[in-house]
């Protein structure tokens, strides 16, 4: 069994490949970066809403697709450029290139995440209920969706772009069930349903809970609910990524 300081070690190498790597990527910059504020800008101006409000949603949004847009592009670009295997011949283990992924997409998150809360916070003068809770919310949710990034590159594709697209099209609806733009303690009845089935709609809730004290659930349930996904996620990546290693794709 490899030594403890030797998998954390390893852990930080992939990290810190992928950070050198795929932060600079054209997709990252995109889907981390742009994307969520053009959403939310499209959803906000000209419409008379309360910022405060909607706030905490926009946060989430922009944490969900800043962790998660990493973790699709490494797996398959690894795949098509032949240097997966040679990175499993090294002493590190699936487990370390799983938790490396996950941690390059956390990272990237947690820095993007931050630096909008603080500039937003400074010029439009947010509230702010739970400094503790907001922390653990943004850490939560950076590896929660970073987890998330990671299982969609699992699948045996070696073309970066099929996962980019296969991403898009799990990642878009979940914004739209996941309180962001319909805040949830406005819902039916009927979409309750749905929206529990999203992880994105407990980070959300926390956001609400840490920066307006109006979260619908208590944040201990949220956060073992997110807790219980990254678990789930790793799980399930590790599973396919051991089943493409014996077919050998």
Known sequence: MMDLKIFARSILMVTEKNMRIYYYKGSVVIFGLLFPFIMFLTFFIGRNLDLVLFFPGFLGMMLFFSSSSTGPLITPWEKREKTYERLLSL??????????????????????TTIVWIASSAILHLPLKNAGLLAVTVLLGAFTFAAMGTLLSSPAMSNPSNVMMLSSLVRLPLIFV????????????????????????????????????????????????????????????????????????
Not at 92 to 112: C, H, Q, R
Not at 200 to 206: H, R
Request: glycine share 10%; net charge negative.
């Open 178 to 249: 996941s309180g962001i733009f319909i805040p949830l303690s406005q819902l039916g009845s009927w979409e309750w349903i749905l929206t529990s089935l999203s992880p994105l709609t407990y980070l959300v809730d926390l956001f609400h809970g840490a920066l307006n004290g109006d979260a619908v659930y208590p944040p201990w349930f949220d956060g073992v609910i997110l807790v219980i996904v990254i678990l789930l996620f790793i799980a399930c990546a590790k599973l396919i990524q051991q089943r493409n290693l014996v077919k050998g794709n």
């Open 91 to 112: 002493p590190v283990t699936l487990e370390s290139i799983i938790l490396g992924d996950i941690m390059a997409g956390a990272l990237f998150g947690v820095v993007i």
